[in-house]
């Protein structure tokens, strides 16, 4: 059984940067793609980023394409989210999640942490 914990969430005003790391314990993730996915309230849960299993391939939402960057460090059985020029649309709890398959489908996620919040004012 695998366990994510997010961390490095909180208040910042637009403009700013915020780094999310998401620690997995309980089995290795390195064989695994992993993504980040956000959910404001009352809007659906919306995918972030992916990294496939040794970091070589990436992806990201249209939205955070270019202020994003995803990474991860296996020998650490982490994932981070580098997140900078943040905006107040990008305010929402985060989520790190892990899968078997390198998508953007939240659905095809097995395992969840508990979520962050990001807040960024204006």
């Known amino acids: 059984q695998v366990q994510l914990v997010e961390s490095g969430g909180g208040l910042v005003q637009a403009g700013g940067s915020l780094r999310l790391s998401c620690a997995a314990s309980?089995?290795?993730?390195?064989?695994?793609?992993m993504g980040w996915f956000r959910q404001a309230p009352g809007k659906e849960r919306e995918f972030v980023a992916a990294?496939?299993?040794?970091?070589?391939?990436?992806d990201y939402a249209d939205s955070v394409k270019g202020r994003f960057t995803i990474s991860r460090d296996n020998a650490k059985n982490t994932v981070y989210l580098q997140m900078n020029s943040l905006k107040p649309e990008d305010t929402a709890v985060y989520y790190c999640?892990?899968?078997?398959?390198?998508?953007?489908?939240?659905?095809?996620?097995?395992?969840w942490g508990q979520g962050t919040q990001v807040t960024v004012s204006s």
């Open positions: 999640a892990g899968t078997s398959s390198y998508v953007r489908i939240w659905r095809l996620y097995d395992y």
């Open positions: 309980g089995r290795t993730v390195s064989n695994r793609a």
């Open positions: 990294i496939n299993w040794s970091g070589g391939s990436t």
